[in-house]
């Protein structure tokens, strides 16, 4: 396998190498341009590709257009590498290029071309602060060729989002793209869309933001009702709960089940016959909910105490995400079991995954400087090839093995002298954790060895650029989270070459390979030297989980004493398996979601294609034609006597009363009764429509705009509720994934039915209300809106079982009841 994708690889890099030697040859001739004539370039592109020329054609010249722009601009010419990343970017590669190696500066390349075309070309990166800092610093380049340039930020207004949007090139976070994205499904006029389609997408650190963060979702989300003193209740009570006897721990999987003692236990302390009573449902699912806030969440590692509110810290990055917030009572179960003031929890109006969100792009490329492990997921999942692009200078970094002590304290004694014999050498450290807490004990150590230091985590953030500017100075000691792996760069300072350049000292093994890697590449870039190494202990979570046991029967046989670290590649093979083990369990959560969400991507685009269709009309009587066709069957198949193999027409006309209808049915089989019923109902909607006159059409509008919207909130918690359900059905021998499609699509056939009966009955009875009340009435609900990007594995105990019989629904049968926008 590896041989195969060097191979292919070696073949990519000597064709793009054949296209640089040309993009060198244009060089000289850009050279000698004067900046109006080197800028008047863009012009004669755009008609070049408008007489038919593809973006291939023009690639070399656009490249070395670029090239000469950006070394007038802001000092920097691309080197040859760098060309050829960009290449691989443009063909929609994820492309692999070590730290340092310039990745800000590539992107130009391809986005500059793809922007020729006047679609939207987007850039994601991880933070608002990245997003910024890109766009203003790479923004002159653009606009010294003719081109506009816009950045997205958090808590932006809608107008200034629209203007970023309708720039040629848009930097932003992956978060607020795909925010954006559902916030331009729950408009109710078309003018406040921001987004103008989904062409080119290049995505920075793409192994963090297509996969890490791929588990979990975007969600949009409004208050529901539910009493917060059940969420204090069950945090108290759990705290009475005892693990191994009353519920059992799978810390892996990350999952709790009660054992029969432990459902007594709940019984007796909330009096009641039988917990699994569906009447019962909510209080196991508050019970597990306090169990999980209990055992898996813990305060400075995955979430902070600010102000009275839990904020949770990113585990990938380090950073605090303020204003999300785990979904399905999670949170308030958090901030329950913390004393602080609890949220009202939440209901889902929107939600989609990174993976899904990214692949609506017509083409999609990332960059990033560890991706060649994950080549596997980013084909199945993006359809996208891993290049690995060679260093402009040899890294000549030396990277040591592991240092593996028996317990933590004498893991971080080892780390704490080893970083005072560096201090007084004068050569800076970086050292990484993989939590708030353990940075926080590190500095207390140093603190008492009166080693002065910086902390770089989630707390104190402000100050990262800063800090990270200091880093590479001589005696500079930075303790950082994983926020240091990523969008830094640290710059050496005067002398320190000759100490050995940055030494990098890791205080635990990162359950991801990557980001491991992305630590240790803070070091030894564009050919500095350096020195990296890893100080752990068999008490580390890693390896206590998962390759512990092979550890410590190695050290008992090799007779260590206390104190004394060991050494060995056989240690480094063993770390890496059980870090393979981890990601291949992260890897089989990313899988199950994408199938789930595939499912639910095809209802979500029937749903908002829908959406956009209304949005657009005018006038809908064909579509309403449609719709009471579609009641008008369901209507009449529903009163078919087996006995007498007729329509029972006494309990039809009952039926009819409800859409205010009174009718004496003369039809004598089904398709005469459909007509004179369909008939009975066209008459009452003109009727309505000639009462309401001119206003009809923008009431319709809202009417069916607001139906839709909560109908599909309801189908998304029905589906929630359903994917708890499936996960269960593999104990019975079938499959989650299949059991998901056959139910959700008969779900969404319900709702569709729903929506149809809902829209029909409400324009039969709507009495004449002033269109822009209907219009107050359907934006109040958007006005409370919350967005969530975090981990949605809460647990529900829904049955989720369909009683009625399978409808015959397919695909082709949403196609054909739902419109889609030309």
Sequence with gaps: MIFGFLDKNKSLLKKYEKITKIVNEFEKEMMSLSDNELAGKTEEFKKRINNGESLDDILPEAFAVVREASRRIVNMRHFDVQIMGGIALHEGKITEMKTGEGKTLVATLPIYLNALTGKNVHLATHNDYLAKRDAKWMGPVYEFLGLTVGFIQANMKPEDRKKAYQANVTYGTANEFGFDYLRDNLVYDKSDKVQRGHFYAIVDEADSILIDEARTPLIISGPADTPSDLYRRFASQARKFIPDKDYTID?????????????????????????????????????????????????????????????????????????????????????????????????????????????????????TGTAKTEEDEFKAIYNTEVVVIPTNEPVIREDKNDLIFKTKEEKYQAIVDEIVNRYEKGQPVLVGTTSIENSELLSNMLKKRGIPHEVLNAKYHEREAEIIAKAGQKHAVTIATNMAGRGTDIKLGEGVTELGGLFVLGTERHESRRIDNQLIGRSGRQGDPGESRFILSFEDDLL?????????????????????????????????????????????????????????????????????????????????????????????????????????????????????????????????????????????????????????????????LRIIDDKWRHHLDSIEALKESVNLRSYGQKDPVMEFKRESYILFDKMVDSIYDDIINYLMRIVRVIPEKEEKEAMKAYSNLSFIHNDMSAIDGKDGKSKEKESNFSGNKIRKRYKVKK
């Design 251 to 367: 810390e892996k999987q990350k999952t709790i089940a009660l054992t029969e003692e432990g459902i007594s236990k709940a019984e007796r302390m909330l009096a009641i016959n039988n917990l699994y009573d569906p009447n019962n449902i909510q209080y196991l699912f508050h019970l597990l909910n306090a169990l999980k806030a209990l055992n898996f969440f813990k305060r400075d590692r995955d979430y902070i105490i600010q102000d009275g509110e839990v904020i949770i810290v990113d585990e990938f990055t380090g950073r605090l995400l303020p204003g999300r917030r785990y979904s399905e009572g999670l949170h308030q179960a958090i901030e329950a079991k913390e004393g602080v003031k609890i949220k009202e929890e939440s209901m889902t109006f929107a939600t989609i995954t990174f993976q899904n969100y990214f692949r609506m792009y017509e083409k999609l490329a990332g960059m």
């Design 544 to 704: 206590r989980l998962f390759g512990g046991d092979r550890m410590k029967n190695m050290m008992n046989t090799l007779k260590i004493e206390d104190g004394q670290p060991i050494e060995h590649k056989m240690l480094t093979h063993i770390i890496q398996d059980s870090q393979k083990k981890v990601e291949g369990i992260h890897f089989s959560i990313r899988k199950r979601l994408y199938e789930f969400d595939s499912v639910m991507d095809k209802q979500r685009t029937v749903i908002y294609n829908h959406r956009d269709w209304i949005l657009e009309q005018g006038n809908y009587d064909e579509h309403m034609k449609d719709i009471i066709t579609d009641v008008v069957d369901r209507l009449v198949d529903a009163c078919w006597n087996e006995n007498e193999e007729q329509i029972d027409k006494k309990i039809l006309s009952e039926k009819l009363k409800q859409y205010l209808i009174i009718a004496d049915l003369k039809g004598d089989n089904p398709e005469e009764i459909k007509e004179e019923v369909f008939n009975l109902f066209w008459r009452r909607y003109y009727e309505k429509k000639e009462e309401f006159a001119e206003d009809f059409n923008k009431v319709a509008k809202f009417v069916m």
